[in-house]
């Protein structure tokens, strides 16, 4: 194991709502990845930032900017049914807006939850270098929800907030089967995702390739970020294994796959003949992958794919604006 000196830089270059032990592992393993055993890593950097037009901390924040803990999203869109209008004339809004990374699981947990209960909502897409879209909040990570100027942060605080607009007489208990599969998202399944994606080199240039050419990065950005973010995702996964005591990549997903099917106990939905929270934010993490060979991987070797296309179709076409 080489030993890696810290750059101040890489710690600040990006966050995703949820992610912040990921993005610390992020730093350990770029700069491993940029080094050899003949190489100091600020002679590699400074050699590429020279190659790119670049200086060197830009270029630093540049890759370590890629360094999301997040999947490519399928761009397949899925014909509109049963779609749910919010369910509360008490829940008014003018504009909804929804600061996100395009492939950062947290952003589409949001999305899903706005998608099914047909809420319209503009997107900004956050330069994770610069995140000057969100200059203007104390918050620094994504999902950021403003509702008509009100800021909304987290993906799961947002999701109960907008919840409980929609549904004021009703409430989820805290000791119930919906909050305890809700926390079962954020506390293991998206510990699975990143080594999956990541799993070789194939598959972290596969998801990089949609991450580059989907985000807000510039061309340089975008140049670097492909082959130097995922090489040094692939080596983060590995940690990442380590650290969740994964000893199969593709064994954990399946099992958690496996686990999220046996908990439907032969209903439609968690929720029964409807989904609720814990349906919303399953598919929500597992949309971004659904399409990478992992997901594909998941759906023939599981039996989740039966519920995975029920949800996609429940679900529907996006609520987005277009603008």
Known sequence: ??????????????????ASTEQRLVQAALISTCSSSSSNSHIFSQKLADLLGLSRPSLERGVAGTMLFSV???SLAQDAHAKEPPRSKKFLYNEVVLYQYEACPFCNKVKAFLDYNNIPYKIVEVNPISKKEIKWSDYKKVPI???????????SDIIDKLFHRINPDSSIPDDGEEKKWCQWVDNHLVHVLSPNIYRT???????????TTHGNFSFTERLVAKYAGAAAMYFVSKKLKKKYNITDERAALYEAAETWVDA????HYLGGSKPNLADLAVFGVLRPIRYLKSGKDMVEHTRIGEWYTR???TVGESARIKE
């Open 1 to 18: 194991m080489r030993r890696a000196n810290g750059l101040p830089t890489l710690g600040r270059a990006l966050s995703c709502g949820g």
């Open 72 to 74: 490519a999203a399928s």
């Open 145 to 155: 929800l403003k509702v008509d100027g009100e800021q909304m942060v987290d993906s």
């Open 201 to 211: 080199t194939s598959e972290a240039l596969e998801s990089f390739d949609y991450i």
């Open 264 to 267: 439907l106990k032969d209903r």
């Open 311 to 313: 949800m996609e179709n």
